[in-house]
């Protein structure tokens, strides 16, 4: 008779670990398919910028309008100093770059910086264009850079200046920015 329970009891805590162990690589693998739902998802951001229309940021990539919203007011904060305002520039430019980015383009500004402390440059640009490639993650604006000595517009001429982007997850940052400068004629690019 002990012998018949013992094996009934042994039976018993057999099926229960069974169903246990069933229970616990079910619920394993829900756990591992909803990990890789969520993580695949694309995730949106839907924003309102001081513009007529809504934008929507997304994981899947960076939409014609975000990017030319973000390269106007990029342009504007990099093309636009004076020496009152050159330690905020750097800062500023540096804070919306890629990590990658930051080092070369720390030294870049701060070049401008010393170059300019103490004197009487002024320069702002008028922006006349701005062409987005959401693509290649680039972007282009023209327009009229005026360069101003104490009181007096010194120059002003149209320049074209290009900005390279890094998009990753919902987040537009800086790589690198500079001035196109025109291939001449008879000349290879």
């Given at each position: 008779m002990d012998h018949s329970f013992a094996h009934e009891t042994s039976q018993r805590t057999l099926k229960q670990r069974n169903a246990l162990g069933i229970a616990?690589?079910?619920?394993?693998?829900?756990?591992?398919?909803?990990?890789?739902?969520?993580?695949?998802?694309?995730?949106?951001?839907?924003?309102q910028p001081i513009l007529p229309n809504t934008m929507t940021?997304?994981?899947?990539?960076?939409?014609?309008?975000?990017?030319?919203?973000v390269t106007r007011d990029t342009a504007q904060l990099a093309l636009n100093?004076?020496?009152?305002?050159?330690q905020y520039w750097v800062d500023s430019l540096i804070e919306i770059a890629a990590p990658e980015?930051?080092?070369?383009l720390k030294t870049d500004l701060m070049g401008v910086l010393k170059e300019q402390q103490g004197s009487q440059i002024t320069q702002f640009v008028t922006i006349d264009w701005i062409k987005v490639d959401p693509e290649a993650l680039t972007s282009q604006v023209g327009g009229v850079v005026h360069t101003i000595v104490g009181s007096r517009d010194v120059r002003r001429e149209h320049r074209v200046f290009q900005f390279?982007?890094?998009?990753?997850?919902?987040?537009?940052?800086?790589?690198?920015?500079?001035?196109?400068?025109?291939?001449?004629?008879?000349?290879?690019?």
């Open positions: 616990v690589l079910a619920l394993g693998g829900g756990l591992l398919i909803t990990l890789f739902a969520a993580g695949s998802r694309d995730r949106e951001i839907v924003l940021l997304s994981s899947a990539g960076v939409s014609a309008d975000y990017l030319e919203a100093r004076s020496p009152e305002t050159l980015a930051q080092g070369k390279n982007w890094k998009y990753t997850g919902v987040s537009l940052r800086l790589l690198s920015f500079g001035l196109v400068v025109p291939v001449e004629e008879g000349e290879e690019a």
